[in-house]
């Protein structure tokens, strides 16, 4: 990995070119886990939220059903086939922003990429980073370039303005000289050579504020305190603004005794926080610090990411997940009246932060917006969360762990609020708040580090991410405009939340979608600016693909003989002419006719139960088959076209649930076919059957064996109810009865599925597992059952079988959709174990209510 230099620390980062916002659907890749039920829900209703196109929806399979899987399965499981999609649909340079679904792992394990390269084990680093933060580094992640791990990675991220003077001229051979030997006598532990060039660097180039750092630093080493004072005043003056660099760092203790500190400290606070200004972000551009050539490095364009929404263990239900997000879209321009808190108290959470509260609080000043720092003591106030506010528009805290439900306090709709811990956002580590606590409780958006991150700021947004807000940026990229190293940072909500943006108005003029569009079109739109806004330009797109743009009032010319004959999405987006040009659309439906082709659905259902067959017909003219495409061009069935009429029967098992966007493509001999008009199907889950069997003399309840919902079952064998005997239901646990081969079956209690298993259950010689429990469901709706394991393994509730398979190492698990009433359940679990030594399996119940794991009082023994 290169080497960051201290002549680097405080160089500008600035971004060279056109900045284009990250805030349209049209610029958004949604990614979706084609094995989990919950994260098809969660998919299609996202879908119809923000009204993505056909082909920014991308659907995945084999994900691992694992909270945190290895670098190399991050790799070819998700990013490359992410980014074979974006080559398929020709999206590569359009996608600046890449979403995830709920039901996938929250974190990445790269200590693989570590080893590789020969980096030892720092504590500092870890040997995780978070889903988003990994694939806003998705290149350097390909090419397994372990930069994605330093301090000020993200060069998209905001800096602090210097207030020194402008160096008047480049530092000359000579000095660069000086300045490298310096380099390298700190390198080789040289600190009196170090001292002595440095010195000679500084006495002739006086204008680099990292240099009079570093000879701070140095002389601070060898205990001249009196010396390492003038330095750091001669970096003060040459624009050393960030307090944290001295505070934070244990080699200036000594510095921070002295009378002088204090003054200097003041003139550093004063100063801290002023960051450059908002830049919309574009996926296609080489973001770049100003003094660092950067013109042939790929790897240093990011994709915006972030989570829709975590519903495993210690996450989100989905009813939440829903929730956050619809209101999330409602606040999109409607410029709430809210305070944005900034929590003090004396934690080094709350601490490493604190420096930038001045500067927070002046800057949304300056835009009409309104931010108050309260602290512990204060009227009542915690210092963890506000108490009693009802206006609650942004949060910045450091705790812990907080109750937001006991402070009485109301977040409005896009509001971000976020804590600065160490495990936010490390859903598998049981202390500490998470994330998903701000969400609930209707926050927008949120983050939290996937592991302990320590006390570095640049690995948490700073204060300034209201700022960016305020300004009109997308809740993505106020996010990552504030962070310098988010790999560790998971970002969970909704990315095109723009609750501060100043939208235009779009209209269609000519011609008039209502007409058959017929070879080269022109396509002429009227712009109304939002007040005070220019518009740069408005751009044209069809079904998800661009095709051109045109200055406001001009033309672009739609070649309409590309398309198929037939019915298409058109969509018109005003670009700003602002550095963060925000993006406002139209959308309409356009109907194209060149070679007389068409295919046509005319009543598709509006619901189908899932588990039945959805069964269109429809008729087509000049095409030989038909093909029924979902969101995100997946071929779901296909069937030809026989006197002009087509027939498909489709399983549903693997479509919703949820609201199912749909369309027809005709396939002709040569050339474009047709194309139907998009229509969607409603895909409910099945009815849970009322309770069937009562244990006896439990005095509790047991609703009915669930129905699975997306299993093959043919052949396996049809269990009813009356070879279904009702035990009673015992203390907390489950059974677990391990076989070593036909010599001798060992019972062991669990108190859960997850965690330390008795001695006993890890042998060489175990060839079977069996494990039985009753377990208890709140809620009604559809759940997903998540069973971590490998092996040959059968899975039945109430005595119904509801899986039966092999579950490769590689795939790491099973997950299994169940539609279940409140009650209790009882579950048999049968496994020959791909790994004798790996233990028993784990199960997690994750869907209307947050997700569990089987344990404590939510499990009875038989």
């Known amino acids: ?60 399979e084999a994900v691992p059903p694992l909270e945190t899987i290895a670098i190399a399965t991050f790799r070819e499981r998700i990013l490359k086939p992410v980014f074979a999609h974006l080559a398929a649909t020709g999206l590569e340079d359009e996608i600046d922003l890449i979403v995830y679904s709920a039901g996938f792992p929250y974190a990445v394990d790269f200590s693989a990429d570590m080893k590789r390269v020969g980096m030892e084990k720092d504590a500092h680093i870890g040997t995780a980073g978070s889903l988003t933060g990994m694939t806003y580094f998705a290149r350097r992640v390909l090419a397994e370039d372990v930069g994605y791990l330093a301090r000020n990675a993200n060069r998209y991220a905001r800096r602090t303005v210097s207030r020194g003077a402008r160096a008047p001229r480049a530092p000359t051979a000579e000095e660069r000289a000086w300045a490298q030997a310096a380099v390298q006598a700190v390198s080789a532990e040289e600190p009196s050579v170090a001292l002595e060039s440095l010195e000679r660097y500084t006495d002739s180039y006086r204008w680099d504020a990292g240099a009079w750092l570093k000879l701070a630093q140095l002389h601070a080493d060898g205990g001249a305190v009196d010396a390492a004072l003038v330095a750091l005043e001669q970096a003060v003056n040459h624009g050393l603004n960030n307090v944290q660099v001295v ?98 108290n004396r934690n080094i959470r709350s601490r490493v932060r604190q420096p930038y509260f001045r500067s927070t ?216 002419a602002s550095p963060i040009e925000t993006r406002s659309s139209l959308t309409r439906t356009i109907r194209v006719d060149n070679r007389g082709r068409q295919v046509s659905v005319p009543s598709p259902p509006a619901r189908v139960v899932r588990g039945e067959t959805l069964v269109l017909q429809g008729t087509a003219a000049g095409v030989e088959s038909v093909e029924l495409r979902m969101h995100g061009l997946r071929n779901v069935a296909e069937a030809r076209v026989v006197n002009g009429r087509w027939s498909i029967e489709v399983p549903t098992e693997t479509l919703g649930p949820g609201m199912v966007g749909f369309h027809v493509l005709g396939r002709a001999p040569r050339g474009p076919g047709a194309r139907s008009a998009a229509f969607a199907v409603q895909i409910v889950p099945p009815p849970a059957r009322a309770p069937r069997l009562q244990p006896a003399s439990s005095g509790l309840g047991v609703s009915d064996v669930a129905q699975a919902i997306g299993l093959a079952t043919d052949g396996l064998p049809d269990v009813g109810p009356e ?19 036909d010599e001798r079956v060992e019972t062991f209690t669990l108190e859960s599925t997850r965690g330390r298993s008795p001695r006993g259950t890890r042998e060489r010689s175990i060839t079977r597992l069996e494990m039985e429990t009753w377990f208890e469901v709140r809620a009604d709706g ?12 059968a899975v039945a509730i109430d005595g119904q079988p509801v899986f039966r398979g092999t579950i490769p190492a590689a795939t790491g698990g099973q997950r299994l959709a169940l539609s279940l009433l409140p009650g209790w359940y009882h579950l048999s679990l049968d496994l020959a174990p791909g790994n004798p030594r790996a233990g028993p399996p784990e199960v997690v119940v994750s869907g209307p209510e947050p997700a569990w794991v089987l344990a404590g009082d939510r499990v009875r023994l038989p």
Do not use: C
Not at 512 to 523: A, M, T
Not at 723 to 741: I, K, N
Not at 782 to 793: C, I, N, P
């Open 247 to 344: 505070q934070q760092n244990e080699r200036f203790e000594a510095v921070r005794q002295h009378p002088g500190w204090d003054g200097l400290r003041e003139r550093m606070e004063q100063a801290m926080g002023t960051l450059e200004p908002a830049r919309g972000f574009r996926s296609r551009y080489f973001w770049s610090r100003s003094l660092q050539d950067t013109s042939s490095d790929t790897k240093d364009r990011y994709f915006l990411s972030v989570m829709l929404g975590y519903t495993d263990v210690r996450g989100n239900s989905v009813p939440e997940v829903l929730s956050y997000l619809a209101s999330a879209a409602q606040s999109d321009g409607t410029h709430p009246e809210g305070t944005v808190y900034l929590m003090q």
């Open 1 to 60: 990995m290169r080497r960051i230099g201290f002549l680097g620390v405080l160089i500008v980062w600035l971004g060279i070119g056109p900045a284009w916002s990250g805030g349209g659907p049209e610029t958004t890749l949604l990614v979706v886990n084609a094995d989990s039920a919950i994260s098809r829900v969660v998919a299609h209703e996202y879908i119809r939220l923000r009204d993505l196109p056909e082909r920014q929806v991308v659907w995945l």
């Open 782 to 793: 559809l759940h997903e059952l998540t069973v971590r394991t490998a092996g040959d393994l």
């Open 361 to 576: 609080v002046s800057a949304l000043a300056e835009r009409a917006r309104h931010a108050e720092v309260i602290g512990q003591g204060q009227r009542g106030q915690n210092g963890q969360v506000p108490v009693g506010r009802e206006d609650v528009v942004g949060v910045v805290a450091g705790t812990r762990t907080f109750n937001w439900e006991g402070s009485g306090s109301r977040m409005l709709p896009g509001a971000i609020a976020e804590s600065f811990t160490s495990y936010g956002g490390h859903f598998s580590h049981g202390s500490q708040t998470k994330l998903a606590e701000f969400l609930r409780h209707g926050a927008a958006g949120s983050s939290g580090a996937v592991r302990e991150p320590y006390s570095f700021v640049e690995k948490f947004p700073l204060p300034q991410l209201h700022v960016f807000y305020a300004d009109g940026v997308s809740l993505a990229e106020a996010f990552y405009l504030s962070v310098a190293s988010p790999y560790q940072l998971i970002v969970v909500g909704d990315p095109l939340t723009r609750p501060f943006a100043q939208f235009a108005t779009v209209r269609l003029v000519g011609p008039d979608p209502e007409s058959l569009w017929r070879g080269e079109v022109p396509v002429r739109s009227e712009v109304i600016s939002a007040p005070g806004r220019l518009t740069d330009r408005v751009e044209l797109w069809i079904n998800g693909q661009p095709f051109g743009s045109a200055a406001p009032g001009g033309t672009t010319v739609l070649d309409t003989t590309l398309l198929e004959d037939g019915v298409h999405e058109l969509r018109l987006v005003a670009v700003e």
């Open 723 to 741: 070879s279904v005997q009702a035990p009673r239901l015992g203390e907390s646990g489950l059974e677990l009865r391990v076989h070593h081969g």
